[in-house]
């Protein structure tokens, strides 16, 4: 993720607002921020007034940094001014901290949503102009996700950083990295006697789902001669379990069995490897994708394993794992993930 520098944006800003505007470059007046409060300055573009908060990057403790910077100046101003909050680029999760706050923002790379009295700007779709070159830092990398994955499933304790390396089945030195890069975007806080613990749930699962995509596991789609989805799901575990397979059932029939809110034609497991001819001809699996009902997933981590339980004696990931799978799946898939977040997601307890 590249930054920028607060105050160089904030003329990009300005050059935006301009051509949305129509308003000729030289009206468009920046006014600089005072040092004592925490936003950028003011730009005047025609008869709008925007007060500004550039942020460097749009990481998810930058952005609410910035929002909350923005709502507390707004209370010092009796005049029309817009609070608009600049990143380089918008993330999905600054999109809905944004919309949940009323905030109105733009990114650098051409996308905004900005709304006020008399004004409506929504630009979309425009990718992201500010991509770091080579592989990016990612705490949710297929392995640094087990971490992620942890806390969510004890998101009401605190445990050190040891604890949580030696529930991950991870080096002790590559647990601290990964920590403190959540700790940097605000995802997890740490006490005074080194215990950390998740800031916000949602924010830590929103900020995970905008960098997991289910497609980078290998999918293999195939066809059972079954009458339906639910006697390949009751009638393959069996055959796992008695095989020494290591699996769990993911995706919508997880789901299914978790909270019964939707119905499924594809029957996902994950195998911990990838599976032999032997296993096809036990199972009765021809290779499909057009007409397939069950998909058979060989992950890129093994954490994916990590919480799974039986549920009607069918072993099924953890619905945190199950969620973000989902939102990879067809069908009702999307409306069954948000069902099983507000169900079975709600961080009262242990999940």
């Not at 003329?11 to 051509?19: F, H, I, R, T, Y």
């Not at 300055?41 to 930058?62: E, L, P, W």
């Not at 006697?231 to 796992?240: A, Q, T, V």
């Amino acid at each position: 993720m590249v930054s920028i520098p607060e105050k160089k944006s904030i003329q990009q800003v300005s050059d935006l607002l301009g051509v949305w505007l129509k308003v000729p470059k030289d009206e468009v007046r920046v006014e600089s921020g005072r040092d004592d409060a925490k936003r950028d300055g003011f730009i005047h573009a025609g008869n709008f007034k925007f007060m500004v908060a550039s942020k460097a990057n749009g990481s998810a403790a930058q952005i609410i940094s910035a929002i909350q910077s923005l709502n507390k100046s707004e209370q010092n101003f009796e005049g029309p001014v817009i609070p608009l909050l600049a990143v380089p680029f918008m993330g999905d999760v600054g999109r809905k901290l944004c919309e949940e706050a009323g905030v109105s923002w733009l990114d650098l790379s051409g996308n905004a949503n900005i709304l006020a009295p008399n004004l409506r700007i929504l630009i979309d779709g425009r990718p992201n102009r500010f991509k770091s070159p080579g592989r990016p830092s990612n705490a949710f990398a297929p392995k640094s996700s087990r971490i992620a994955r942890w806390l969510l499933m004890h998101a009401n304790k605190s445990m050190s950083q040891r604890e949580i390396a030696q529930a991950t089945n991870m080096d002790e030195g590559f647990t601290s990295r990964i920590i403190s890069r959540l700790e940097a975007d605000g995802l997890v806080t740490r006490s005074k006697d080194g215990l950390m613990r998740v800031s916000d749930p949602d924010l830590l699962l929103n900020s995970w789902q905008e960098r997991y995509s289910f497609s980078n596991h290998q999918i293999i789609k195939g066809h059972i001669a079954a009458r339906s989805s639910d006697e390949i799901l009751k009638k393959i575990p069996s055959l796992f379990s008695e095989n020494k397979v290591t699996y769990s059932a993911t995706g919508l029939c997880a789901a299914w069995l978790y909270n019964k809110f939707s119905g499924f034609r594809i029957v996902t497991f994950y195998l911990q490897f990838s599976p032999a001819s032997e296993l096809f001809d036990l199972i009765g699996f021809r290779e499909d994708p057009r007409g397939a009902n069950i998909w058979l997933v060989v992950p890129n981590d093994e954490g994916v394993f990590q919480g799974a339980a039986e549920v009607e004696s069918i072993r099924c990931v953890h619905p945190v794992q199950a969620y973000l799978d989902l939102l990879g799946h067809p069908e009702r898939a999307k409306e069954a993930a948000e069902r099983l977040r507000q169900e079975l997601l709600k961080w009262g307890e242990d999940a």
